[in-house]
């Protein structure tokens, strides 16, 4: 059990590892260094670095030092929390991100619950009832949700929203709430906004989810402990809740690993489209004004939140599965 | 380890002599054909793909040329049958009128002006597979050039022609998603063949590459990537380096299929009987491996198309893909990409109805695939 974990965890460093260093060849790709582009950008709003502050900056960075110095300067400041300033904000980096990374969890996790709610039970439901009217209409909603790309289905949505209800789907808050600082009244605004962003984002990865629920109770149906189960007179969903679903269960868990980047790429698509508050339009800004802290930022948060999430769901899949905390693997 | 279980069969018909004699891919064809769906969709997307190929003549104005006299016309009605009843498709020319109050120019049909469809009809002057320069077009109008008066799908804001634009983004983004899907292939093949063939530490090496590269959200880091793409490259230039792009971060599914054939295979007793009579390793692989997972390999590609497709257009819509003057599908849907567009434009939105289309038909198709192969 602690041989799982240890390997996980090992998994998880060397994944963020590397997530660093992409991030570090992001924030290098374009070309001239970031001093030079600093410049320029001040220069082009009308003030001026002097050439001593310019050397001063090239200096902390290690600029005119071996690759790998700079890297090493760079990833120990952020390790510190120091991401560097925001050229196109002229902020350091973290006070532009704030809230947004959070706000950008809260929605992944809000997307991944109703990925949940709504595979979870639909998934039983095709498989009892297999080949069933629903089951293929299922079926048919989750393709359809698979095939349709998470901005079509959002711009799709905001235009219905407002050709049939003239409403103006967008954003996280209420205009009022908008720039008032966090209260009870704004977190329950924030949570009236986020059924729509979370059912988009979802919807996509429902259909793979379905099915994966639909072929594992499938498979445990068939066993002989649900015959035996039924001979001995149990309620018909007695039967099938409280042992198959519990043993179909397990791989239901292990799918976060591969849902949460899932569900971050799309989050980050249709924030732009929906204009939700999260780093999705930030980090778009930032890539087109080639703003290349504050973007190879947001790329390392993200990246090493999704690890860190799929390292958390690892535990839980260790904490519901007997057979992986034995160390059986089957 | 089937061998000892097969029953002896005294009579062998002609049909069980075929199946005797067919090879895997024959065997896997037959399957395939019983699946409805998979036999549609793989249909429409050779017909998507003849849209790839005959593109231009499909479209009948110049998907560049621009008014501003022409902008925002709502998709036009055609009229099937004559005033004497007979079969002659045809449309009313556009009649432009700007209200003096808003001074917006407001467009009627005009049903004095009748402007027949006609077959094979000439327009603006193409090479047709890039070779042979012609000027014959799928329809044209009997009078006046297609520009002014032919609005199947309506016009976008700089009055360029809808219809005509989403026959040329139909071949960019399917040939991006082909080539997208050949690259990862390539990496796939080569990376999955060696990992699952050599086993032990490279093997280790490979799936942790694909394992840490999986955990990662892909839009930031193609975003990211395409980005730094320089703003002076050309068109095919900024076309080739999205491909890749694509593809870098594409090829771990494929590889993990290819990984997987591979470790079933290597047990499998043929390839060990190849081996005792002596077959080099490269013959083994090519003569008797590949052609056993070759229909799993065609079902991945058309299982990893999709996602090709969809990653193409998400980043053209998000304006770090495939740049105007190119035209795909993601740059036609980010015309529509904020409210006001599709408020005063909806018909810009009906681009999403081929990707939606080709997304499902190449899902349905794979499917099948998956299913005829591996029964």
Redesign the interface.
């Known amino acids: 059990m602690l041989t799982y974990i240890l390997q996980r965890l090992g ?1 998880a460093l ?2 963020i590892w ?2 660093s260093v ?2 570090f060849v ?1 924030i290098q ?3 001239g260094d970031f001093v030079d582009a600093y410049i320029a950008n001040l220069s082009a709003s009308g003030s001026m670095v002097s050439q001593q502050e310019a050397q001063a900056l090239r200096q902390l960075y290690g600029l005119d030092q071996a690759v790998w110095v700079q890297y090493w300067k760079w990833i120990s400041r952020v390790v510190q929390g120091d991401f560097g300033p925001s050229m196109e904000w002229g902020r350091p980096v973290t006070e532009v991100i704030g809230d947004r990374l959070w706000l950008t969890v809260v929605v992944s996790i809000a997307a991944i619950l109703v990925t949940w709610g709504i595979a979870l039970p639909i998934g039983i439901y095709s498989a009892v009832r297999q080949y069933s009217v629903a089951d293929y209409g299922f079926t048919l909603i989750g ?2 949700g ?7 289905l959002a ?2 949505i ?2 219905f929203g ?2 049939l209800f003239d409403l ?1 789907v ?1 954003g996280l808050f209420s205009a009022e709430y908008q720039l008032a600082p966090w209260s009870w009244g704004k977190t329950l605004d924030l949570i009236r906004h986020l059924p729509l962003p979370a059912m988009i984002l979802a919807l996509s990865g429902t259909a793979q989810l379905i099915r994966i629920m639909r072929a594992n109770l499938l498979d445990e149906l068939r066993r002989p402990y649900v015959a035996t189960a039924r001979a001995r007179g149990l309620a018909e969903w007695r039967v099938i809740v409280k042992y198959p679903v519990r043993a179909a269960l397990n791989p239901f868990a292990s799918t976060i ?2 849902l ?3 569900v ?3 989050s ?2 249709i924030s ?2 929906l204009s939700l508050p999260t780093v999705g339009p930030v ?2 800004r930032a ?2 004004a ?1 703003d290349m802290f504050l ?2 930022a ?2 390392l948060l ?2 090493v939140l ?2 860190v999430g ?1 390292f958390i769901s690892d535990l839980i899949l260790m904490w519901i599965d007997p057979r992986i905390r034995a160390g059986i693997h089957g | 380890m089937s061998t000892l279980v097969q029953p002896e069969i005294p009579f062998v018909s002609a049909a069980e002599d075929r199946i005797a004699a067919a090879t895997q891919l024959e065997l896997t064809w037959w399957r395939f054909r019983k699946h409805r769906l998979a036999v549609v969709s793989g249909i429409v997307v050779i017909l998507f793909y003849l849209i790839v190929i005959f593109a231009d003549f499909l479209a009948v104005t110049p998907p560049h040329s621009t008014d501003a006299a022409r902008s925002y016309i709502p998709p036009q009605a055609v009229h099937w049958f004559d005033q004497d009843g007979s079969f002659k498709p045809h449309v009313y020319a556009l009649k432009g009128r700007r209200d003096l109050r808003t001074f917006k120019l407001h467009y009627a049909p005009d049903p004095t002006d009748r402007r027949y469809l006609v077959w094979f009809a000439e327009g603006y002057t193409y090479r047709l597979f890039g070779i042979f320069e012609t000027k014959t077009h799928i329809i044209g109008l009997d009078r006046g050039v297609p520009e002014d008066a032919l609005f199947l799908l309506g016009t976008d804001q700089l009055g360029r022609d809808v219809w005509s634009r989403l026959m040329l983004a139909t071949r960019t983004s399917l040939t991006i998603g082909l080539v997208g899907v050949g690259l990862s292939l390539f990496l796939g093949i080569l990376l999955g063949g060696i990992s699952g063939l050599y086993g032990g530490a490279i093997d280790t090496v490979i799936q ?1 590459v694909i ?2 590269l ?8 193609w ?3 395409a ?2 793409l ?1 703003n002076t490259w050309s068109v095919t230039q900024v076309y080739i380096a999205i491909t890749v792009i694509i593809s870098l971060i594409g090829w771990t599914e494929l590889a993990r299929v290819v990984r997987g054939r591979f470790l079933a295979l290597r047990e499998e007793d043929f390839i060990m009987a190849a081996e005792l009579a002596g077959a080099s390793r490269l013959r083994i692989i090519f003569r008797h491996m590949v052609p056993s997972f070759l229909s799993h390999i065609i079902a991945a590609v058309s299982l990893a198309l ?1 996602a090709m497709i ?1 990653s193409e ?2 980043l053209s ?4 893909g495939l740049r105007p003057p190119a035209i795909s599908w993601g740059v036609l ?1 980010q015309d ?2 904020n ?1 006001q567009a ?2 005063i434009a ?1 018909w810009l ?1 009906l681009v ?1 109805v081929p ?2 289309i080709v ?2 038909a190449c ?2 198709l794979g499917d099948g695939l998956r299913d005829a192969a591996d029964p």
């Open positions: 998994l060397v994944t590397a997530i992409i991030s992001i790709l374009p070309p393709f359809i698979l095939a349709v790309p998470n901005f079509l711009l799709v905001m235009y407002f050709v103006n967008g690993g591969y949460l980047p899932f971050v790429s799309g980050i698509v732009v489209v980090l778009l890539l087109v080639q973007a190879g947001i790329v993200l990246g999704t690890v799929t | 942790r394992e840490i999986r955990s990662i959200p892909t839009i930031p880091l975003l990211g990537l980005a730094a320089p999709p969809i257009t998400t819509f998000l304006g770090l849907l529509a990409q409210l599709i408020a909806p939105l999403a990707v939606v997304i499902l899902s349905f």
